[in-house]
């Protein structure tokens, strides 16, 4: 031995007599003692690892880590047989070369002190460390799917790249990426987004049940009944495996991949499809959250500009209606009459597409309520049976003992009407449309709709159905494929708004040749009362002015002098003003102004809320009037206290009697 050691009695006897690489190592770490076993093993010459730290014997990027745990180790001493740790080290040979070792530790007392023995065996060729092996490989693959997940834009091109990738990544024939038929997907393998592998021309089965761990057949040739229910031909021999793509707690989909060779799939082939699968279902459900969010705020910003243009055109309808109704007054002929009537009614129609573009914009007054929702779906279904035909059948469904809804109801039953216009529209020659109201308990929230317990309303049909990206679009404004002579593309549209506006949400499912499916969801009534609220001002008695003064603030010059004429007609003096400042000024100067008249919106500066607080300010007990075409400032101001609005557009009368209401109501 090198340094002048002397090796204790007996060891060269036991060390040459054991089949595994023995070392003797000291408290220093420095090897006392190696057999010829251990010499050979790491290519050393006879003698020569004697002397030498025992990290010398280990892959340089392991010798501090190995410092470290043999210190510990030496601290608290014990047998530790070989494999007590799962691990597979790695040696170095004296030609730079690694392999894969197992080590087995103990204590040994000597006189001269503490030594400790060290059992070393090469198992580079077992098939332990294969399977290490292959399993370092499959994570390394499934890091790969998670990476490419991160880089892919879209879902396509994910199912493009998986099913190759695991096939070389398994050594196997087939991989296949199959959607459950619960998706609406056409004959075929195909994803949520289009195809991702053909196995020869035989459309999918259905899935054998919902299978929710994975599936194996270890011999095909030995099991031909369990062949038989896999949802794609299998190959006469050899093994094959599903493993299900879960979404929301539910089997969406499955990897399906097939080995010419029997029992091929072992526990961590069919780790790598699991974590594939788990992979692809978690992509699959951010880019759908992605669509939905991004699609919400689309529907948002459109809302939003939808609002603005309602409250400009129920401007422009306020002028045009009072034009024309001053206008009557000054046609005598019964042909000129008809026209201002014809003009009128356009007139009319307008404010109802306007009240249209509210609903979508959610920006209309709902006045909810407890609502018999059985009742009224009876009410609704005598009057639909007559409008929709002998072609086609209507059937409505209610859950015993539903709950009453808390909704507007005359907006509910437009609702429904118009979801059942639709879907009879999507019926070619007829065919059946079902009506189902029941209540549903939403654990999770998700996108529109919060958690909590509901009342749903589906209308389902059995028509042409919608591909997808008509049905991306299908809820956004006056987007229609029925053409512009039978439709404007507001109706789901407006359902949309006002289930939103409601506190519930609008879903719809459709597939072409299948039917849609809608579900209208609303909130429940409470128990023991609907707790609607108060119930609007009580109705003017009409009446003409008696020369009091009514000081107007509106910043449309066209609106203002409406708004005036109409006032003069009625029997009052007026002023107008086009902004909240030059109206103050009158108020301090005049103290004979009787009552205020304002819009709400008066463009830069002080609103006609502010500009009413102001003015009581000057003039406790001033009567005041609001009036507004944007629903949702007319919302804030109408819930004032105190406070009176008038909403656009107004006819003459509707005006006259309103002040004459507010001026005879106590301050």
């Known amino acids: 031995m090198s340094g002048g050691a002397r090796p204790e009695p007996g060891i060269p006897g036991l060390f040459e007599a054991v089949p595994d690489a023995l070392v003797v190592i000291g408290p220093d770490g420095r090897i006392l003692h190696a057999n010829g076993h251990a010499e050979a093993l790491f290519g050393h010459a006879r003698g020569s690892l004697e002397g030498r730290e025992i990290e010398e014997l280990l892959p340089a990027a392991a010798r501090a880590r190995h410092r470290a745990y043999r210190d510990r180790y030496m601290n608290q001493p014990h047998v530790r047989p070989m494999g007590a740790t799962g691990q597979t080290l790695t040696g170095l040979r004296s030609d730079g070369t690694e392999f894969a070792v197992e080590i087995a530790l103990s204590p040994l007392q000597f006189p001269e002190g503490q030594r400790y023995l060290a059992s070393v065996r090469d198992i580079s060729g077992t098939q332990r460390v294969r399977q290490a092996l292959a399993r370092a490989r499959y994570d390394a693959i499934a890091a790969r799917i998670g990476q490419l997940a991160l880089e892919t834009g879209t879902v396509a091109e994910l199912m493009e790249l998986l099913p190759g990738l695991l096939a070389d990544a398994l050594g196997v024939d087939s991989v296949a990426i199959l959607a459950s038929p619960q998706d609406g997907q056409p004959a075929g393998i195909r994803t949520a987004t289009g195809p991702a592998w053909q196995v020869g021309r035989t459309p999918p089965r259905p899935f054998a049940g919902e299978h929710r761990e994975a599936w194996i057949i270890e011999d095909i040739a030995a099991d031909p009944s369990g062949a038989a229910l896999f949802p794609l031909p299998l190959p006469r021999s050899g093994s094959a495996v599903m493993v299900p793509v879960l979404e929301r707690h539910r089997v969406a989909g499955a990897l399906l991949a097939t080995a010419a060779e029997a029992r091929r799939f072992d526990h961590d082939a069919r780790h790598l499809l699991q974590s594939a699968a788990a992979t692809l279902a978690a992509f699959v459900q951010q880019r759908r959250a992605e669509e939905q969010l991004a699609h919400a705020h689309r529907l948002d910003a459109i809302g939003q500009l939808t609002g603005g243009v309602a409250h400009d055109f129920n401007n422009l309808l306020t002028v045009m209606s009072g034009s024309l109704q001053l206008l009557e007054t000054e046609v ?21 597409l306007t009240a249209k573009l509210l609903a979508f914009a959610r920006r209309q007054r ?22 929709l035909g002998d072609a086609v059948r209507l059937r409505i469904e209610v859950q015993p003992g539903l709950s009453s809804a808390y909704v507007d109801a005359g907006q509910l039953e437009a609702a429904l009407i118009n979801l059942v216009l639709n879907a009879r529209d999507a019926l070619l020659h007829g065919g059946g449309i079902v009506v189902a109201a029941g209540e549903e308990q939403v654990a999770h929230a998700r996108p529109g709709l919060a958690p909590g317990r509901y009342l749903k309303l589906t209308v389902s049909d059995n028509g042409r159905g919608m591909p997808p990206d008509v049905l991306a679009r299908a809820m956004e404004p006056f987007f ?59 109705a003017a008695t009409p009446s003409s002015g008696r020369g009091e003064r009514v000081l107007v603030v509106e910043d449309d010059p066209a609106v203002r002098a409406i708004s005036a004429a109409f006032l003069r007609a009625g029997g009052y ?16 100067d005049d103290d004979g102004i009787s009552l205020l008249f304002t819009d709400v919106m008066l463009g830069p500066g002080m609103d006609g809320k502010r500009l009413a607080q102001q003015a009581r300010a000057l003039r406790p007990g001033l009567p005041v009037l609001l ?10 101001a109408d819930a004032t206290p105190g406070l009176r609005l008038l909403r656009k557009p107004w006819r003459r009368e509707d005006l006259v009697d309103a002040v004459r209401a507010e001026l005879a109501r106590p301050h």
């Open 366 to 387: 709902l006045l909810p309520r407890e609502v018999d929702v059985q009742a009224l779906l009876h009410d609704i279904g005598q009057v639909l049976k007559r409008t």
């Open 573 to 588: 003096a007026v002023e107008a003003v086009g902004d909240a400042e030059a109206a103050l000024e009158r108020l301090r």
């Open 627 to 636: 009036t507004s075409g944007d629903e949702e400032h007319a919302a804030d």
């Open 332 to 352: 005598e002929s019964d042909a000129g009459r008809a026209l201002l009537a014809s003009a009128l009614r356009s007139v009319g129609r307008g404010a109802e």
């Open 480 to 538: 229609t494929t029925k053409g512009r002579e039978r439709g404007s593309g507001l109706g789901l549209s407006m359902v949309h708004g006002f289930a939103r506006q409601s506190g519930g949400d609008l879903e719809i499912d459709s597939r072409p040749g299948v039917g849609t499916e809608a579900r209208l969801y609303l909130p429940v009534a409470a128990r023991g009362g609907s707790g609607a609220p108060a119930g609007t001002a009580a």
